[in-house]
């Protein structure tokens, strides 16, 4: 059997090259006069389905700055996901993360919600996901200014999933965009991404992808290499 499944990915494998790679490379040409970092982020998510169309997740997260030489955050998340179909789904969670600020890390409470929606071409999936979040920061006075920011995060992306083939490119691009009081109207945030993914056993999911960061107003750019687990019963 899993002889058989690695016989698959090579198979695969030529695809994924041509529709991971032109996006990042294009983005970082348009850029290079900006100062680069590079980061590390790892996911591990453990994922409970309760009934039909119900599941509950928990997400670890961590993430690297300064060339990987840094810890930048480490967070989980909780989040619950009704699923109507392949085709729209709805999710709400709760994350809490820590961010290094060079002297000590601060704490940071976030609430969201998003909607998801899909249609299919034969093995062309796209999909577009709105959420909209608060965030708290801790160490501030109720009603300093920046203490709490709203997002709304807008991710278009394209899946490729063909049959007989465990392996599933895919690309997105996603907007934060500020709202209401805090920089209202502002962009806050663009990233990139380029990755595929890969199911085995039924249960198991690895995520490999190259990211993209850039925030506004735009002094730096941060590339990423990301890797995530997933198991999901």
């Known amino acids: 059997m899993m002889k058989f499944q690695f016989r698959r990915l090579l198979l695969c494998l030529p695809l994924v090259i041509m529709l991971v790679a032109p996006v990042p490379l294009s983005a970082q040409e348009e850029v290079e006069p900006l100062e680069h970092d590079f980061g590390i982020w790892g996911?591990?998510?453990?994922?409970?389905?309760?009934?039909?169309?119900?599941?509950?997740?928990?997400?670890?997260?961590?993430?690297?700055?300064?060339?990987?030489s840094q810890i930048d955050q480490w967070r989980i998340n909780p989040e619950l996901q009704f699923k109507f179909n392949d085709y729209f789904d709805l999710s709400a969670g709760y994350i809490y993360?820590?961010?290094?600020?060079?002297?000590?890390y601060q704490g940071n409470?976030?609430?969201?919600?998003?909607?998801?929606?899909?249609v299919s071409f034969g093995p062309v999936h796209l999909h577009l996901r709105e959420r909209f979040e608060q965030t708290i920061r801790e160490g501030m006075e109720p009603g300093d200014y920046g203490r709490v920011y709203n997002y709304l995060r807008s991710r278009v992306g394209?899946?490729?999933?063909?049959?007989?083939?465990?392996?599933?490119?895919?690309?997105?691009?996603?907007?934060?965009l500020y709202v209401f009081e805090y920089k209202g109207g502002e962009m806050a945030e663009m990233r990139y991404t380029s990755g595929v993914k890969y199911k085995f056993a039924k249960i198991h999911t690895l995520d490999l992808y190259y990211r993209i960061n850039q925030k506004f107003p735009v002094t730096e750019l941060k590339h990423i290499m990301g890797l995530g687990y997933t198991l999901s019963f």
């Open 43 to 68: 996911d591990l998510t453990i994922k409970k389905h309760i009934v039909s169309g119900l599941s509950a997740s928990v997400l670890g997260n961590i993430r690297t700055k300064e060339n990987s």
């Open 97 to 104: 993360y820590r961010s290094n600020k060079g002297i000590e």
């Open 109 to 118: 409470h976030r609430w969201y919600g998003a909607v998801r929606m899909a």
């Open 158 to 176: 394209i899946d490729l999933k063909f049959e007989n083939c465990p392996v599933t490119p895919y690309l997105n691009v996603e907007n934060f």
